[in-house]
């Protein structure tokens, strides 16, 4: 066992452990990028999961227990088509659990647990595994929670039909994709405190579930008194959500979903939409055009027949559900045809396409009926698939990560901070995208011997509340509008002909039921020309409804891949760290049209970026790197693979969970793996050591909401 304990570079052709504190070593010749992988501290992996299913949700109470989801489980129908594995029984399902017996203790090191093995038998590869004390599943997919009323992770329609039981394309099983967990403690209610999970699907849903911590650190469920949120007239009263991935636990003591819209793209990966207006929209145009599209996803295989080309519009896949969503809303449904010859497309209650993509602050959690929970959604933050919020101590400052290729990393600064406003619809504030400075540095070394230098390239300013006024002008759209405003062909007719008509309108020129490709440029130019806060009043939705196109047309660095796991410890001050986890390291970052284009890392890597004192960050520092993969018969099985969720323990440890492509691993799950980094921060003066979400009147319960707030002022406006 090799332990890494300052800043190890190991290049190609050296003897040497794959990752930092692993069982064995190997020896690998892992391609062309120098210093793939790189640890630059204590790495240990703690936990493997079962066959097909990824690590998420990491949450480790104030007591030390640690939480985890088990998302996508190979069930035994998928095992039946790949037999090298069967999932142990209990494991078949995705599901919520913990880690018994064993609880981290606040401020130790690495060496409190002896490292995971790797799992090498079928029944070690077929369960969830620990480095110490046992995984116990406290819920599983479509278990009967709310009395028997509902099922886990199952929404309604505003019939009570479960959306399980509808017809329609689906994004995920439902139940089946577990992933943030936050925990909000009660000290004083009938509860030790209420976990939140999302559920990654569409329609999407957040669970309430109460939870008793014992002083050992086990934890029990009450599934009778769980709820799916999404069936609450507060949560349908927002539209519902799409596909809530991870998220965060804000410093006023509220969960904090984030929406992973994939479906948002307007242009495919590097492409511009100054690009789709002078060369043409085939091979350029992104999946959200098609979003009222009559079955969205199926344009991903006519484009193909269309144009004789193998393009497929970047993001339609997160199309899956839409039609769903618009049942859960309380669309009818439209299972009939039209005339024979095509399905009916649906009117009235149809999804807004600007309703989905944002940060969702769960207030009053703990309220005695989960009915009471509001939901509030952060227009003002911009719109992506984002996989997680970072917002800071100072109350006011959020860093947020967007999933998927060519994709951004944002911030948003809010006027005060964001308590403070008495009512969350005039939270004012600043949105901003990243423009990565040393472009040639990054050219010329590989990403573990150099950091990203970043600045803010301000996109606009608007308050919360004039954003959902924007989204609203786009209320009404349908289905129908997309045949209507699209074609010249009568859809009751002749649907078929119709249909391709429309869809050939759009490649070309764009969905004109939405923002329009020349309002994109026209803000772009009056931006160039004017500043961000010049633009006609009429465009000042742009970069909060289009925010990755707005990006883009200034040149912003929209070339990150899979920028999904972001946190830093609990009440950081300045001078501690965020933590940014990419999955991978390729794409837009590395291909010809990019403009950062440094060396890939298949493997994926993690960044650390220094708090200012004004709470800025302007330096993403690597301190992990995966593999390069070039040769994936180099990757040796301890490299840390894919990193998704990163949490920061309070005392700066960090776990970081795999979504993996397993490359040459002998083995076929994803791991959670402890980093604890070379020069390890203390957490802060004001914060000592406590457990994350600490309470020193419920120590080791987590962090109850703060409760009421006076305003300092009458009410005032937003951030992005």
């Known amino acids: 066992m090799v332990d890494i304990n300052r800043r190890t570079l190991l290049k190609s052709s050296v003897a040497a ?160 994709d577990p992933d943030m967990n936050q925990f909000v403690a009660t000290p004083d209610g009938e509860y030790d405190g209420y976990l939140f999970t999302n559920f990654e699907q569409t329609p999407g849903t957040l669970t309430r579930i109460p939870l008793d911590v014992a002083d050992d650190g086990s934890l029990a469920a009450d599934l009778d008194a769980s709820t799916n949120l999404a069936n609450t007239d507060n949560y349908r009263a927002v539209g519902g959500t799409k596909i809530n991935c991870y998220g965060d636990l804000s410093p006023w003591g509220t969960p904090l979903s984030a929406e992973e819209e994939y479906a948002h793209p307007r242009v495919s990966l590097s492409a511009t939409v100054s690009d789709m207006v002078e060369n043409g929209g085939v091979g ?200 209507e405003t699209h074609a010249e062909t009568d859809w009751r007719e002749d649907f078929g002909a119709a249909l391709e008509e429309a869809d050939r309108a759009v490649v070309e020129n764009g969905n004109r039921d939405y923002i329009t490709d020349e309002e994109i440029l026209e803000w772009a130019r009056q931006y160039e020309a004017r500043g961000p806060s010049e633009v006609d009043e009429d465009l000042r939705r742009v970069p909060f409804l289009e925010t990755r196109a707005a990006a883009k047309e200034l040149g912003a660095t929209i070339e990150f891949r899979k920028a999904e796991g ?50 800025n960050i302007s330096t993403l520092e690597p301190v992990l790197v995966g593999p390069d993969a070039t040769d994936a018969s180099d990757v040796a099985d301890d490299s840390l693979l894919n990193v998704d969720n990163v949490w920061v323990m309070d005392d700066g440890r960090v776990l970081c969970c795999e979504d993996a492509d397993q490359f040459s691993r002998s083995y076929p799950n994803d791991c959670m793996y402890v980093f604890d980094p070379a020069d390890r921060q203390s957490g802060g003066d004001d914060n000592p050591g406590r457990g994350r979400g600490n309470d020193e009147s419920n120590p080791g319960r987590g962090r109850g909401p703060d409760g009421d707030r006076e305003d300092e002022d009458e009410n005032e406006e937003d951030d992005e």
């Open 17 to 176: 452990a794959l990752g930092a504190s692993i069982v064995g070593t190997a020896t690998a010749d892992d391609g062309n990028t120098a210093g793939a992988p790189m640890v630059d501290g204590d790495l240990k992996r703690f936990a493997t999961t079962a066959f097909g299913a990824e690590v998420t949700g990491p949450f480790v109470v104030g007591n030390g227990t640690l939480i985890f989801s088990l998302q996508h489980p190979l069930d035994p129908d998928e095992a039946a088509e790949t037999p090298a594995v069967v999932n142990d029984e209990r494991f078949q399902d995705g599901g919520i659990g913990y880690v018994r017996g064993f609880q981290f203790e606040d401020g130790a090191d690495n060496e409190e647990f002896t490292e995971l093995s790797t799992p090498t038998t079928a029944d070690e590869q077929g369960r969830v595994r620990t480095a110490g004390g046992e995984y116990r599943l406290l819920a599983r997919e479509k278990q009967p929670i709310a009395g028997g009323d509902e099922r886990l992770g199952v929404p309604k329609t505003p019939d009570g039909t479960p959306v399980d039981e509808l017809s329609g394309s689906q994004y995920s099983q439902f139940g089946n």
């Open 284 to 483: 350029r145009r992104g999946g959200a055009a098609f979003w009222n599209r009559p079955n969205p996803t199926g344009i991903s295989g006519l484009v193909g027949e269309y144009y004789d080309t193998g393009w497929y519009p970047q993001g339609t896949f997160g199309l899956a559900g839409t039609e769903l969503l618009a049942y859960y809303l309380g669309a009818e449904r439209r299972d009939q045809t039209a005339d024979g010859n095509g399905p009916a497309p649906i009117g009235g209650r149809y999804p807004n396409r600007y309703d989905y993509g944002y940060i969702v602050d769960f207030r009053n959690p703990d309220a005695d009926d989960p009915a009471d929970v509001e939901p509030v959604k952060y227009y003002v933050m911009g719109r992506a698939a984002w996989e997680a919020p970072d917002i800071q101590r100072d109350q006011r400052t959020a860093y947020l990560t967007s999933d998927g290729s060519n994709k951004g990393i944002y911030k948003f600064v809010a006027d005060r901070p964001i308590p403070s406003y008495r009512d969350p619809m005039d939270v004012a504030g600043t949105l901003y995208a990243p423009l990565v400075t040393n472009k040639a540095a990054a050219r010329d070394k590989p990403p573990a011997e150099v950091s990203l230098d970043i600045e803010w390239l301000e996109l606009g300013h608007a308050t919360n509340r004039e954003v959902e006024s924007w989204i609203a002008d786009y209320e009404y759209v349908t289905q129908v509008d997309y045949l």
């Open 566 to 615: 972001i946190d830093s410890v609990d009440d950081a001050t300045p001078g501690d760290y965020v933590y940014v986890g990419l999955s991978e390291v390729n794409d837009g970052f590395v291909d010809d049209e990019g403009k950062v284009r440094t060396q890939r890392v298949d493997g994926g890597m993690v960044y650390r970026a220094e708090l200012e004192s004004d709470y």
